[in-house]
């Protein structure tokens, strides 16, 4: 065997602009207001299911309660997490380049190829077009 092909990782960033920053923003903010709106939904949910359960049966509201808070925990954690992504969008500086996530590639390598200057590839954007490629 003379050759080989291989699937190795590529690295996909983004060159920070101001409309990349305030897309981020954006979007982070959105994120927010539909957490915020699922909160006071299950807190809406919750006092009816409890009115409900007390006049049904009072020892399922102990059952109850706690599926309420677990869901309202997922979603108050997640709500952390956000902030702390808008927080860190809003520091972001222009002109710096950030993580997108990674794609694939399919390499031929040859017996005496360096297989470390082939993986570390990256494909650079700025506002979602490419600017360039990087070994």
Avoid: C, W
Avoid at 38 to 52: G, N, P, V
Avoid at 99 to 111: D, F, M, S, Y
Wanted: charged share 30%; net charge negative.
């Amino acid at each position: 065997m003379e050759e080989m092909t291989l699937r190795v990782p590529v690295t996909v960033k983004a060159k920070v602009t101001e409309d990349f920053k305030a897309k981020i923003i954006a979007d982070l903010q959105s994120r927010l207001e539909m957490v915020e709106q699922d909160l006071q939904q299950i807190e809406f949910q919750a006092k009816r299911l409890l009115s409900e359960q007390a006049k049904i049966d009072a020892q399922g509201l102990v059952q109850i309660r706690q599926q309420i808070d677990v869901e309202q925990q997922k979603r108050l954690a997640f709500k952390e997490d956000v902030t702390a992504k808008l927080k860190e969008a809003q520091e972001l500086t222009i002109g710096t380049e950030v993580p997108q996530g990674n794609l694939e590639q399919q390499i031929t390598v040859k017996v005496g190829d360096d297989l470390n200057a082939m993986m570390g590839a990256e494909i650079l954007l700025e506002d979602g077009k490419i600017i360039a490629f990087r070994q």
